[in-house]
Nanobody
Framework: QVQLVESGGGLVQAGGSLRLSCAASGRTFSSYTMAWFRQAPGKEREFVAAISWNRDITYYADSVKGRFTISRDNAKKTAYLQMNSLKPEDTAVYYC?????????????????WGQGTQVTVSS
């Protein structure tokens, strides 16, 4: 069993930055693919970024490529999402997720564990 707890959300002006953290419990964190998703009001949950267990592979949604960076520290059992050049359309609840099978899919249904989410609001 893995528990995920996000932090770092908040209110920021357009063009600003935030760093989200996802702290995990459990002994096998280092073997999971980790990802970030987001969900805006009235919209479906969408993929943002993912990182393989050994940090060799990262991939991003086109909408955040070049602005967001996903990373992880397996010793600290923590994943991060550095968000720069934020836009009002980035406003959403951000969730981290863990994929035990390590498939690294962009589909939410692939992921086994989810955090409770953290709100990010970008004002114009």
């Amino acid at each position: 069993q893995v528990q995920l707890v996000e932090s770092g959300g908040g209110l920021v002006q357009a063009g600003g930055s935030l760093r989200l953290s996802c702290a995990a419990s459990g002994r096998t964190f280092s073997s999971y693919t980790m990802a970030w998703f987001r969900q805006a009001p009235g919209k479906e949950r969408e993929f943002v970024a993912a990182i393989s267990w050994n940090r060799d592979i990262t991939y991003y949604a086109d909408s955040v490529k070049g602005r967001f960076t996903i990373s992880r520290d397996n010793a600290k059992k923590t994943a991060y999402l550095q968000m720069n050049s934020l836009k009002p359309e980035d406003t959403a609840v951000y969730y981290c997720a863990a994929d035990q099978a390590g498939l690294g899919s962009r589909k939410p249904a692939t992921y086994d564990y989810w955090g409770q989410g953290t709100q990010v609001t970008v004002s114009s």
